[in-house]
T-cell receptor
């Protein structure tokens, strides 16, 4: 993509394991956000990290941001079946929100 | 829950017919957005609104128009639907500062154009 990308496109892990997904972008940003989408549903905001922050936690979620590498990662610890969903990053630049193509996460029981 | 509803939730129509999708919010938020979601593309912005009768184009606005005559309603119209407009359409709102702010999404409308 000309704007950025997410990887992996799909990830399948056992329940209880940690899941890591990555997001790369190409512009300077104001903030970067992560969203979850369950099958057939709308997107739900998970966490926002500002450009001057390097790491942020929310429950079992840990987000890192490396502006020098223009990349972010989302770590979900101790995964559960309910974490099965698609995860999207979106970065804010010049008051626009630009979206990655998403990572599909499957948690196997 | 930002109180966003979309109607209809599912629609099948034929090429060349006009289609209007409705987004309704209950909390008088200023900023509203229409996106389409297609496999492999993430979300793409169609149009957005920053107030009543104030709208602007997104990256994929061709073939779409919008109207916002009341704060709570944002309508997306396909004047003459084409098969390439088969997609899932999401409405979103943001609470505070505009397009870079956290967005809250409706449940989506699945549109099929035959």
């Amino acid at each position: 993509s000309q704007q950025g990308e997410e990887d992996p496109q799909a990830l399948s892990i056992q329940e209880g394991e940690n899941a890591t997904m990555n997001c790369s972008y190409k512009t300077s940003i104001n903030n970067l956000q992560w969203y979850r989408q369950n099958s057939g549903r709308g997107l739900v905001h998970l966490i926002l990290i500002r450009s001057n922050e390097r790491e942020k936690h929310s429950g079992r979620l840990r987000v890192t941001l490396d502006t020098s590498k223009k990349s972010s990662s989302l770590l979900i610890t101790a995964s559960r079946a309910a974490d099965t969903a698609s995860y999207f990053c979106a970065w804010s630049s010049n008051y626009q929100l630009i979206w990655g193509a998403g990572t599909k996460l499957i948690i196997k029981p | 829950d930002a109180g966003i509803t979309q109607s209809p939730r599912h629609k099948v129509t034929e090429t060349g017919t006009p289609v209007t999708l409705r987004c309704h919010q209950t909390e008088n938020h200023r900023y509203m957005y229409w996106y389409r979601q297609d496999p492999g593309h993430g979300l793409r912005l169609i149009h957005y609104s920053y107030g009543v009768k104030d709208t602007d184009k997104g990256e994929v606005s061709d073939g779409y128009s919008v109207s916002r005559s009341k704060t709570e309603d944002f309508l997306l119209t396909l004047e003459s639907a084409t098969s390439s407009q088969t997609s899932v359409y999401f409405c979103a709102i943001s609470l505070v500062s505009g397009r870079g702010d956290t967005q809250y999404f409706g449940p989506g409308t699945r549109l099929t154009v035959l």
